[in-house]
């Protein structure tokens, strides 16, 4: 019996993974050179192994909905969701697949994978920080910047319009 057990319990502990307990993902962007739009998209799903003393042995295989993407005005939010921008219909997910995570200090770590957005995929990388640790969580915090002309989006809209660099943070709290 206690072979059996061992058997079933030894390869659930080798694939351990954290559970995303709550994140937030915001952005924002440079609109006629004049304005900022801000935004959010709803929570990042997806597998997470992080062990911040083995970052050689984490990843990072997230998710989120295009779909949920709020910049507080329903026309405008209605326009991202098609062809011209996220093309939900066809790509309903932006991903982030690490393939190599590395500590650079003590609470800093980089992260080196690839983004995917409307089924475009390039190299990514990022820092990101253990901003927070307690006895049964770790919040981790990210800032980076999207090229929205890689990903095809707004096309059709000149830097003028829309810029091009789209700031982005991302703070994710995962279960130990």
């Known amino acids: 019996m206690r072979a059996l057990f061992i058997l079933f319990f030894i390869p659930f502990c080798l694939q ?3 559970e995303i307990l709550s994140s937030e993902v915001t952005f924002e962007v440079g609109n006629l050179w004049v304005n ?5 998209f709803d929570g990042v799903e997806g597998e997470v192994k ?8 984490s990843y990072f295989r997230v998710y989120l909905e295009a779909s949920t993407i709020d ?3 329903d026309k405008r939010d209605e326009h991202l969701l ?15 697949d690490s393939e190599k995570i590395y500590r650079l200090d003590e609470n800093e770590y980089r992260l080196e994978g690839s983004l995917t957005i409307k ?3 390039e190299s990514f ?9 307690t006895a049964t969580s770790f919040t981790l915090s990210s800032d980076f910047v999207v090229e929205r002309e890689k ?19 991302v703070v994710m709290s995962l279960s130990k």
């Open 125 to 133: 990388e990022t820092t990101f920080v253990l901003a927070d640790e």
């Open 36 to 40: 900022t739009v801000d935004g959010s």
């Open 16 to 18: 351990a993974q954290n």
């Open 71 to 73: 910049t507080d005005n």
């Open 119 to 121: 089924g475009i995929s």
């Open 82 to 96: 098609t062809e011209d921008f996220f093309h939900v219909e066809e790509h309903p997910h932006i991903f982030i």
């Open 50 to 57: 992080f062990l911040p003393r083995k970052p050689e042995e």
């Open 151 to 169: 990903f095809k989006l707004g096309d059709s809209y000149g830097g003028f319009v829309i810029a091009d660099e789209i700031e982005v943070r």
